[in-house]
């Protein structure tokens, strides 16, 4: 059986165009049968059965990881068969990184609950918002992913009660259901803006870098600006799409805040998020947000990213974020306003101990994005800036790649990702004594580097 997929564009005059090409005919029993085998290699490699495969994954994302990733996705626990799904193999960051578990004498009794929520608004003012994990979902923008990838994150950060974010490539219909766990995000291109999303929107993100990028802003090759990407972000298709760096209306405190008080006169319950790269000055760059008025600072260290982010750029500019988080954490306690703002951290963060680790440097919480897409079948294999280049149909805009990934199975395969941190998480906080992930935040003494 074979479907025309028809698609709608506008002409200059205003006047709704619906078009079909060869290129948009599907043989939908082609796509299921190319479903089952991919969830059929889902559940086989992390089996070990043939090893791992020789050309999966990079050092920060090896194949041991990304494969036990795969199977907390379908099991919602840590594989019990020797894959490693703690560290990388980076050689830096946070696999060089350990925790200085105590005695088993010492341990948090077995019978006491831990808790791993945490609050989202330290202010004193505005709506109070507590999530019951600490992590939501970060930017990935419709565009740079399929928009069913965006529905499986919106349906697992619902059923989790955490959130996950927009990006800046607008507010796709079918995420509005979930709208009380989307986050919306503001770039300095904004590119599907509205005031009706704005105002859907319980957290609003201001994106003036971002960790992959720093310096450069956003960019959406043409290849992936298909009609109904262009008409989302009210563009024009085919065309490269540039988020410039920085917002050429902000270059102060004052300038910030105007941004904060835009959002806050069309949608006055929401919280405001600022998301930043790591540069020098992050520190100051936090204090900054705080006195603007935001409730969150999010930092975004350059180990994210998905494979359209060039590479010169992760690994040349910026500050890694393990040494972001302390220097902001420290500068913050000494200007005396710590508690009076949530820290978030991104770029890097791949398994339940990267999350415990960032939380002692000094973070509250995290922010995921690329495990996201490990859940569901990413292999890292760096095509993700084509429009037909990732073959598990997650960094696509083809519409008959975009099939592979069923929302409802990709939001069970994060879902049980998340089940799998948490229960881990409370594993760790048990071995160091503690009760609360709050309890963990900064504490670097519980921390030990390993040469």
Not at 297 to 305: A, P
Not at 384 to 396: K, S
Request: neutral net charge.
């Amino acid at each position: 059986m074979e479907r025309n997929l028809i698609f709608e564009s506008w002409c200059l005059s205003g006047q709704k165009v619906y078009y079909m090409t060869k290129a948009t005919t599907v043989h939908l029993p082609a796509i299921q049968k190319h479903i089952e085998h991919l969830r059929q290699g889902f559940k086989f490699w992390p089996t070990l059965e043939k090893g791992t495969p020789p050309a999966m994954g990079d050092f920060r994302w090896p194949a041991e990881l990304i494969l036990s990733t795969w199977y907390q996705a379908g099991n919602g626990k840590p594989p019990e068969n020797g894959l490693e799904y703690r560290t990388g193999q980076s050689g830096g960051g946070f696999d060089k990184l350990d925790f200085k578990f105590l005695p088993e004498a010492q341990h948090t009794a077995a019978g006491v609950d831990i808790d791993l929520s945490l609050p989202l608004n330290r202010r004193g003012f505005d709506r109070e918002i507590e999530i019951p994990v600490p992590w939501y979902g970060g930017g990935m923008s419709f565009g740079s992913i399929s928009e069913q990838v965006m529905r499986a994150r919106a349906m697992a950060a619902t059923e989790w009660g955490t959130f996950t974010s927009t990006g800046e490539g607008g507010y796709p219909d079918s995420l509005v259901p979930y709208k009380d766990h989307i986050i919306t995000q503001i770039a300095t291109g904004m590119f599907g803006v509205r005031e009706q999303t704005i105002q859907y929107a319980p957290i609003v993100e201001f994106k003036y870098a971002q960790g992959a990028k720093p310096g450069l802003g956003g960019h959406l090759l043409g290849d992936k600006t298909t009609v109904t990407v262009a008409k989302m972000r009210e563009s024009v298709p085919w065309v490269s799409l540039f988020s410039p760096f920085p917002f050429h209306s902000v270059y102060s405190v004052e300038d910030h805040r105007k941004h904060v008080d835009w959002v806050k006169t069309i949608n006055p319950e929401a919280l405001v998020s600022v998301k930043v790269s790591t540069p020098t000055d992050v520190d100051m760059v936090a204090v900054g947000s705080y006195y603007a008025g935001a409730h969150i600072v999010h930092l975004d260290g350059s180990y994210g990213g998905t494979g359209a982010a060039p590479e010169i750029a992760k690994k040349n500019i910026a500050m890694p974020i393990e040494f972001a988080i302390p220097k902001v954490h420290k500068y913050l306690l000494g200007e005396n306003i710590r508690d009076e703002i949530t820290v978030m951290a991104s770029g890097g963060v791949r398994s339940a101990y990267d999350i415990a680790k960032a939380i002692a440097l000094g973070a509250d919480g995290v922010v995921l994005g690329t495990a996201d897409l490990i859940s569901m079948g990413c292999t890292r294999c760096s095509n993700c800036e084509r429009g037909r280049g990732c073959p598990f149909g997650l960094t696509t805009t083809d519409p008959e790649l975009s099939l592979l990934i069923e929302p409802e199975w990709g939001a069970q395969r994060i879902s049980n990702l998340y089940a799998s941190y948490a229960g881990q998480l409370r594993d760790i906080l048990r071995r160091l004594g503690l009760k609360s992930i709050r309890e963990l935040r900064g504490r670097t003494d519980l921390l030990r580097y390993n040469n």
